[in-house]
């Protein structure tokens, strides 16, 4: 039979103790939580991302959790549409919660931002006679990879008589759709640099990406 164990400052017999003592005396001696008195959050009301600070996320939720880091040991239990209950947990049990407002305001993010002024790491040129299944390749390439690139996006399309040029926020993203052009189709590629800038000691280039 096990011994029986008891709390050493109300002597009441348990099996549940945090940092010593039972549920109650705990309670009785820890030091009050601070809650935030409200979370305010940012979204963008383009791609309807949500940010805190210089960082976005796809959810809600995500972003409450990045904003309530810098309150010790306060857990996320329950959100909804203008607040979230927030709980202090210590050795895995909740000991007290919260309802606390969340605030969210429209803004521009950065990146939304930067496509609306054009900006770009690389154009494509399409000029070929398949441009339009080129186009839709490419649209659907960057849109996925706006999931994982914040600068995977279109800032800028030109139709003249030579064919299409895309504007591409992404140097990388712009590559992986065209690599995404050649698993279907036979192409040639001609790419040119041009130095735009000095960046930490390094040179940035933009790239044209011409597609036959």
Do not use: H, W
């Amino acid at each position: 039979m096990l011994p029986k164990k008891f709390c050493p400052a109300c002597g009441k017999e348990t099996e549940i103790f945090i940092n010593g003592f039972c549920i109650e005396c705990f309670k009785k001696r820890f030091k009050k939580t601070q809650f935030p008195k409200f979370i305010k959050i940012y979204q963008c009301k383009f791609c309807k991302k949500f940010a805190v600070g210089n960082l976005l996320f796809d959810s809600l939720e995500e972003a409450v959790n990045k904003a309530i880091k810098d309150f010790k040991d306060l857990k996320l239990i329950l959100i909804a549409e203008n607040f979230v209950k927030l709980a202090k947990e210590v050795e895995n049990l909740i000991i007290e919660e919260k309802e606390v407002e969340i605030k969210i305001k429209q803004i521009i993010c950065k990146y939304c931002n930067m496509m609306q002024t054009g900006y770009k790491q690389a154009i494509i040129q399409l000029r070929s006679k398949n441009n339009e299944e080129f186009l839709k390749i490419i649209e659907e390439v960057i849109e996925k990879e706006r999931k994982f690139d914040n600068l995977s996006f279109i800032s800028k399309i030109e139709e003249s008589k030579n064919g299409i040029d895309l504007y591409i926020g992404s140097k990388k993203a712009a590559y992986k759709a065209i690599n995404e052009i050649k698993k279907y189709y036979k192409i040639n590629i001609k790419v040119s640099k041009k130095l735009v800038g000095i960046k930490s000691g390094k040179r940035i280039f933009l790239d044209t990406i011409a597609i036959r």
